[in-house]
């Protein structure tokens, strides 16, 4: 992509979200758009943190996984209304709840990063830092994962399967996919 259609993209309006399963590369992708774009990039797992001032397992140690949701939802609401259009990456849970689906497609052009489970669970390591992995992560993940797919496919405008390629790779491919559905 040249440098103005970069520009150009960089100022629509629309935000550029990207979901799917936990060890998708969403953060990492994200981080890359965003530098190519020149947007701001946020992280919903993180501002929730930042909300609750706690880590995401201090968070469903004290309210479970429903307290969890409560202020990923009020971070999702809140991002969506930034008047700066940004790079969101969402937790992988976060398309699960229909309002939240719907928010995000109406603000942004939502990007379902999908790898196949392997790669997954090499990425989320013995998910210690992901309560819902915490026992059996292979197990969790592809439970998740199916019971998932039908949200992810109702959340995404476009997907990309992102096996074998590298991060400047799906970068690549995601920000193509943007700037056909932002144009
Ligand atoms: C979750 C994914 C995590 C985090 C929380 C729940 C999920 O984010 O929001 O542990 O339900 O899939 P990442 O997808 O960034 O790991």
Do not use: Q
């Amino acid at each position: 992509m040249t440098g103005a259609a970069m520009r150009d993209l960089a100022t629509t309006g629309k935000h550029l979200v990207l979901i799917g399963m936990m060890g998708a590369g969403k953060t990492t992708v994200g981080v890359e758009c965003a530098r190519r774009l020149g947007r701001a990039f946020v992280d919903t797992d993180e501002l929730v943190t930042r909300t609750a001032r706690m880590t995401v397992e201090g968070i469903f140690a004290d309210g479970g996984e429903s307290r969890f949701r409560r202020l990923e939802h009020g971070v999702v609401a809140d991002v969506c209304a930034s008047p700066e259009p940004l790079v969101i990456a969402c937790g992988g849970g976060a398309v699960l709840d229909p309002e939240n689906r719907r928010a995000l497609r109406v603000a942004g052009v939502v990007v379902w990063l999908r790898a196949p489970a392997a790669t997954l669970l090499s990425r989320v390591g013995d998910g210690s830092t992901r309560p819902l992995l915490r026992d059996d992560p292979a197990g969790a993940l592809e439970r998740l994962e199916r019971l998932r797919e039908p949200a992810y496919e109702a959340a995404a405008h476009a997907r990309v399967d992102t096996d074998a390629l590298d991060i400047a790779a799906v970068a690549g491919a995601v920000l193509s996919v943007f700037a056909g559905a932002a144009a």
